[in-house]
């Protein structure tokens, strides 16, 4: 009841702003550009985060000394608050100081520095790297806890007839986790899909609007252009059509494993 | 996360000034956080002068951008936190159309404005009304090596030329600027613009971003990029640029007159190696600095306007503003300071800087700046990084900014 009022009032004066302004969003060809870069930010880092969470959760499953300790260590890049994080990447990536130029220098690879935020491209994949850095640990959290929710007898079982660790994995711990990965799955599509202050802090949005997210748009018509009406519209599409990609995400992954 | 400190922050504030004691009449405003101490000196000695009112000064994120959002947020919801605003230049317009600021013409009428630069005070007006009066002045100009440079250059082809023949790259570049997709993008290249004689809006207010001096100003922007400039010059903001000149990186900066002093510090490579004159220009036109600058304005909401406007008129005297010269580093508003005996042996570039002031225009003023200098960046932006060949970018930009002027 009460979830249900503090949802529906700001829901229901939003959309009494919005309404009318929700035709110009189809005509808006900066919504599609800023659209697509948010769609591929969040197929790009959340793609590899289930990746990456999931062999790191594998490696923390085993028993090994100081597990405890390193599973601790494992989640720091998640606690941190995103800003601070945010500044120090966009050090690393700075063309004269940045470690991203020094080591690559160093070792030979570049011949000279690289202005990594400077390029459309490599803005791009700066933001994703840092967002997969800081975000893995919290699907390996996820996947970790599915992990030790399984049945040690089924892997037993297999193993007695002569199953070997890959048969096991895609037979028996594969289909077992996709439970949790649904849950990553969905959780972390939200965040990122509405990924701002990361964004906001290494690039602004640029060069030349190629990291300008869904959400740094909406900021930009609420709060800098004072056009809170069409702020509202863009905020209500933002929040279901998120919504929407990231229930449908976590329902297929749920859903082949009952089939 | 920062939309919602600020709603946040505003609400806080706000709440605040619900809970003011009765009988005691107070002036709220918001800045940056007052880092040598000259507002709460300013705010002791008008208290002094006037018992009774009480001036409050909200120390606000250093961001200018953020404290825009939290005064927006506070004037939409109609609130009554800040009475007086405490503007950037390019607030006014924006501020003004909304309705949330009272004019001030007969308050400061013609005469008592003469003493302004006239970029402060053209800034600070919107469809002839004045509703801003500057406290301090800022503007862009080139920073150069003396050790290095023997005459400083005045046109384009002279800076190009000079820097290409002095840089060492990579250890030392010929010009560093604000390249990063921001506002201070359009800043920096408004001087280069202006200086080949264009402009984004011209006197009849049209959009003249897509003719040949424009596309000729962006040719030779976007040619320093690699050639003469660092390709990392398209991450820079003041600051990326200050570290560059200041450890010895660089022959030209364009920068604002905030650098000065922190080039000169202890542990600076290039202390007492500094000059600076203004922007080059193309032959047969003239330099011309983009306008900073704050300044007060009092807000429609405001409880006490009486009071509000004894401030106002007490904080941007002479000498409040020298004392803020002192203690925050602010350049002055008023030009009768830049003959001050005092100022002049601390800051010996000052006479060069007055020129600078005096011939600095602000950016285009109309409420939806925003929109114009969004437009205006994306496009700055991907001409600099070769996303897009100049002619065809400003094309696009003026577009864009065509059809925000149409809403």
């Keep these: ?259 | 996360m920062s939309r919602f400190c600020v709603v946040l922050i505003a609400l806080l504030a706000g709440a605040g000034g619900c809970s003011r004691k009765e009988g005691r009449r107070v002036v709220r405003f918001l800045d940056q956080p007052d880092s040598g101490g000259a507002w709460k000196e300013i705010i002791a000695r008008f208290e002094a002068a006037h018992p009774g009112v009480h001036v409050e000064l909200v120390e606000g994120p250093p961001a200018t951008n953020v404290r825009e959002d939290m005064y927006a947020t506070s004037f939409l919801s109609g609130d009554g936190t800040y009475d007086l605003a405490y503007m950037d230049v390019i607030w006014v317009s924006k501020f003004a159309a909304q309705g949330w600021l009272r004019p001030l013409d007969d308050r400061l009428p013609p005469a008592a404005r003469a003493d302004f630069f006239p970029g402060d005070i053209e800034g600070a007006t919107w469809q002839g009304r004045l509703y801003r009066v500057p406290m301090r002045s800022d503007a862009g100009m080139l920073y150069y090596r003396t050790d290095l440079v023997k005459k400083p250059p005045e046109t384009f082809e002279e800076l190009a030329a000079a820097a290409r023949e002095l840089q060492k790259p990579p250890g030392l570049w010929g010009f560093v600027f604000q390249g990063r997709q921001y506002e201070g993008l359009v800043c920096a290249f408004l001087e280069v613009l202006r200086g080949f004689g264009g402009d984004v809006l011209d006197e009849k207010g049209e959009v003249a971003l897509d003719r040949p001096e424009a596309v000729r100003a962006l040719e030779w922007f976007a040619g320093t990029v690699k050639t003469i400039s660092p390709e990392g010059v398209t991450t820079y903001q003041e600051e990326e640029a200050r570290h560059a000149f200041q450890e010895g990186r660089a022959v030209f900066m364009r920068n604002w007159p905030y650098a000065w002093s922190r080039l000169q510090q202890e542990g600076s490579a290039v202390r007492g190696k500094v000059g600076i004159v203004p922007m080059v220009h193309a032959p047969g036109c003239a330099s011309s600095a983009t306008l900073g600058g704050w300044g007060f304005g009092i807000s429609s909401s405001a409880r006490y306007p009486e009071e509000a406007w004894a401030f106002i008129e007490f904080a941007t005297r002479p000498e409040q503003q020298r004392l803020f010269h002192f203690r925050n580093g602010a350049v002055p508003a008023r030009r009768s300071l830049f003959e001050d005996p005092e100022i002049l042996k601390e800051s010996p570039h000052y006479p060069e800087l007055r020129r600078i002031l005096q011939a600095a225009r602000p950016r285009p003023v109309h409420p939806r700046y925003p929109q114009i200098s969004d437009a205006f960046q994306s496009h700055l932006s991907a001409a600099l990084v070769g996303r897009e060949a100049p002619a065809e970018a400003l094309r696009r930009a003026a577009e864009k900014i065509r059809a925000v002027l149409r809403k």
Aim: proline content about 5%; some cysteine.
């Design chain 1, 1 to 259: 009841m009460l979830l249900g009022l503090v949802l529906a009032v700001p829901l229901g004066i939003s959309l009494s702003q919005g309404a009318g302004r929700f035709g110009e969003l189809v005509s808006d060809p900066m919504l599609l550009k800023v659209a697509g870069t948010t769609g591929a930010f969040a197929a790009a880092s959340v793609s590899l985060e289930i990746l990456l969470g999931l062999l790191f959760a594998l490696v923390l499953h085993r028993t090994f000394r100081l597990r405890g300790w390193v599973r601790a260590v494992a989640l720091l890049p998640w606690a941190l608050p995103t800003a601070v994080m945010a500044m120090s990447w966009r050090w690393i990536f700075n063309d004269t100081y940045g470690v991203a130029n020094d080591l690559p220098l160093r070792l030979g690879l570049l011949r000279e520095p690289i202005a990594w935020l400077g390029r459309p491209a490599t803005a791009f994949a700066a933001l994703v790297a840092a967002d997969v850095w800081k975000t893995t640990p919290f699907v390996t959290l996820i996947l970790l806890a599915g992990l030790q929710s399984i049945p040690r007898d089924l892997h037993e079982a297999m193993e007695v007839d002569g199953a070997g660790p890959v048969r096991r994995f895609f037979w028996i711990t594969l289909p077992m986790l996709r439970p949790a990965i649904a849950v990553a799955l969905t959780f972390r599509l939200i965040q990122a899909l509405g990924i701002f202050d990361l964004v906001w802090v290494m690039t602004g949005g640029g060069p030349a609007d190629s990291t300008k997210t869904v959400s740094l748009y909406v900021y930009d018509h609420a709060f800098r252009y004072l056009d809170g009406g069409y702020g509202a519209a863009l905020t209500c599409a933002a929040a279901a059509a998120f919504f929407a990609v990231a229930a449908g995400a976590g329902a297929l992954a749920r859903g082949r494993a009952r089939a």
